[in-house]
């Protein structure tokens, strides 16, 4: 497991910079002292670890990725509550930490995926692709379990992992094709296959999707790509 050596974030954190507009009627937030220290700790050790400079075990690397994680899930939180404006670099950068240091587990993916898909989270394509892509794996396996008996789970859950599992498919060829599109040096047949896998995850996506919850600006959309794809 890497997590990015390039924790960049601290200089924005030290700026205190996060801070609820005085027009809400909520309190001033920043990060506490102790945030602040546990970030500056973890970019301490990552940065060794990542050089080769430490050794660790699977479980501490785990485990301090974990803390990462933690953190970086409280600011979201916080921030899609509305409770603290941040500037754009600050979210930038949390962003694409935040997407990078995912551990690979369904649930966490899933949360990353709603914040990306939301606008709160942002990415690089290929990086955001490459979740998508561990998200279709995650539950491509769950599906293959629960349909073979190895799995008891209750109707929303299923649900809630088929819409994941679908619109994870569409996203995870989205962000490659759009990324070769505008890219110099990808193949055509590269960007052809892509773009074939895009129009057949649309289909399968649309043939289901008024089963689906809350999808209807993104139905819209997901039609317009897939008219688009078939002209």
Known sequence: MRVPSALIVLAFLASGSLSAPLSSGLLRRELTPQEHQDVRTL???????????????PELAAENQAK?????NKFFDEYARGEFMATPELTQNYGELYTQSVP???TALKKWAKL????IIPAT?????????KLS?????????????GLITYPELEQENRQALLTANVEMH????????????TSDNVIQDT????KEALHQWLAVHPQFNGVEELAEEYKALYNELSQ
């Open 43 to 57: 970019q301490a050790w990552f940065n060794k670890y990542n050089a080769g400079e430490i050794m660790s075990t």
């Open 116 to 119: 990306f898909e939301s606008g």
């Open 174 to 185: 989205r962000q490659l094709w759009e990324s070769y599109k505008s890219s110099e040096g």
């Open 125 to 133: 394509r290929g990086a955001a692709s490459a979740n998508y892509q």
């Open 104 to 106: 690979n587990d369904a």
């Open 68 to 72: 990462l994680q933690g953190l970086l």
């Open 137 to 149: 794996e995650l539950l491509t396996e769950w599906f293959h379990e629960y349909e073979n008996g």
């Open 195 to 198: 773009r074939n896998s895009l």
